[in-house]
């Protein structure tokens, strides 16, 4: 890699007693403890906070993952699973997002800019999972480095096209 990803995972897994169905996500349930720990990202050290990741026979239960490098964050908790009450929130709170497209060699599309929004997901494990987010606030939003303005996006999972539809109003700095 041009930009470095590296860092320091330090966690335990538990396996409990397998399934008898044999049908579950994994053969046996898992719960993995996440200790402190970084990731770098490109030129940002970001540190994993304490979390708990539970695999079910049929869900995925997440406690209070997140990631943190200065002002950036992301958390996720929630339960991934087939049933429509199983939710998950997914929160970005001032994430740069050129080292992102950077860092993972994005190169054809490079989308800049400071997001901050909530995802919310139901169902993820079913056939028609839902994913939205009614605001996704982009700061100095920018297309293969040139700033457009700020943006207000409104993102949606559809189901029936397997592709995400994006809506945004743009705002430039002469309003």
Not at 89 to 99: A, E, G, Q, V
Not at 152 to 160: D, L, P, R, T
Request: include cysteine; proline fraction near 5%.
């Amino acid at each position: 890699r041009k930009i470095p990803l590296n860092g320091t995972i330090d966690f335990s897994a538990e396996i409990h007693e397998a399934n008898n169905t044999g049908k579950g996500l994994l053969p046996f349930p898992l719960t993995v403890e996440f200790n402190p720990g970084t990731i770098n990202f490109g030129d940002a050290v970001w540190t994993i906070n304490p979390s708990t990741i539970y695999f079910g026979e049929d869900n995925i239960s997440v406690e209070h993952f997140s990631l943190v490098a200065g002002k950036q964050q992301i958390s996720i908790d929630g339960l991934a699973g087939t049933e429509h009450t199983d939710s998950m929130t997914i929160k970005l709170n001032d994430i740069s997002l050129l080292p992102i497209f950077e860092t993972l060699e994005i190169d054809k599309a490079m989308i800049g800019g400071r997001a901050t929004g909530v995802f919310s997901a139901n169902q993820l494990l079913s056939k028609e999972p839902e994913l939205i987010c009614p605001k996704l606030h982009v700061d100095s939003i920018g297309y293969n480095r040139c700033t457009i303005g700020d943006a207000n996006v409104f993102a949606k999972w559809e189901n029936s096209r397997k592709s995400f539809y994006l809506d945004a109003d743009i705002t430039g700095p002469a309003g």
